[in-house]
């Protein structure tokens, strides 16, 4: 039997699945008992699993599926690739037409002077070469001693040693060794969970601050960036308050310290503009870009450094980095015909101009929901705080996650995929969504939430 189209019975996969899978962020034992739900297919927004059931997928896989599933255009532009040249290195003064072509299209769509791209196979390689990248830069530049990198708590930059260190999550800083040395973390513009008695425009002004106050503490001298999610994505979609961005890129401007946006999420269209920092209207120095580049269709990333960057270190001899998959050609020509299907269809355009306002006026309604403390949107990337005060934004009794859990089940019940970080759900649909879409995710996501709420109740977790 061919075991990818007409596949074994969905037991059988789940136990071959327990014995010989080692799955990430899951707990494998838990996982092994009950059986992970098994894909077969995927088009537009719906996946399909084993037993034929249909789910609309709201967080569009894992933030990727910026285009949707199915496109058989990039099925033919990597089979086209595989064929022409299945694979050659981009070391050694070498190149090759997909590296070229994608590079000089990224260096069109990206803001700014970003006009320089380095290539990953993911985020979290990109964030690693960034690292390396910063410092490198600061070394050329006879400062060597510029080695801090700023972060955020609860910031995601990736699950590499480096970009695990870069980021602020406390779990994943728990086990393995992290962080690793001269990574260091502020708090997170979290208004809802943080913001006290302050308005989000004060707490925004005082969370970019703590910018500057680290800077003064480390000093100058000794920090070579800053590093942040234009949105926090995995932290559970925290659109900051509006006097944050500004705020950060005045004291970024002020101090001589690159400011590194983190795009793996906000990039290809998902705040409704190209990238996030046409959003915040950022400037950053280089921007790490990975999932909606491919829309998840092949593994790629990448850096995008300015002119300023760049060309020091062009200057500064051999750049001693670099994957065997950097530039991979397949990987290049399906972004390339992923990011033509954007453009061309004016997937952003529609994004922006008609299904974001629809999902924003939508969405917002949740928290009219008597366990919604606040509905927030951004083009197509939401969250909801979960609370059983909602006027104090009170957290609940039982541990963080506990509800959240819970509603995420019902979804999955409901036929949703939708994620929870704690007790926020959040979602990130393909970019395609259509406001008939946008009404189902709506009907179900709201059924989902209230079910979890009658079900906390009659559990006494209220
Ligand atoms: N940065 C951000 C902001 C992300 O959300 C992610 C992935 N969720 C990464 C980096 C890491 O990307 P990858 O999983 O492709 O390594």
Known sequence: MNMITNHPPTKELQELDAAHHMHPFTAGAELAAKGARVITSAKGVTLTDSEGVELMDAMAGLWCVNIGYGRHELAEAAARQMRELPYYNTFFQTTHVPAVALATKLAELVPGDLNQVFYGCSGSDANDTNIRLVRHYWAAKGKPDKKVIISRKNAYHGSTVAAASLGGMSAMHAQGGLPIPDIHHIDEPNWYAQGGDLSPEEFGLERARQLEQAIAEIGEDRVAAFIAEPIQGAGGVIIPPETYWPEIQRICDAHEILLIADEVICGFGRTGNWFGCDTFNIRPDIMTIAKGLSSGYAPIGGSMVSDEVAEVIAN??????????????????????????????????????????????????LADHPMIGEAKVCGMVASVAMSPDKANRAPFQAPAGTIGLMCRDRCFENKLVMRHVGDRMIISPPLILTKDDIDTLMDRAYRSIDEAYLLAKKEGLF
């Open 316 to 365: 500064a001899g051999d750049f001693n980095h670099g994957y065997t998959y950097s530039a991979h050609p397949v990987s290049a020509a399906v972004a390339l015909e992923n990011l033509r299907i954007l453009e061309e269809e004016k997937i952003v355009d529609t994004v922006r101009d008609v299904t974001a306002p629809y999902l924003a006026e939508r969405w917002t309604e």
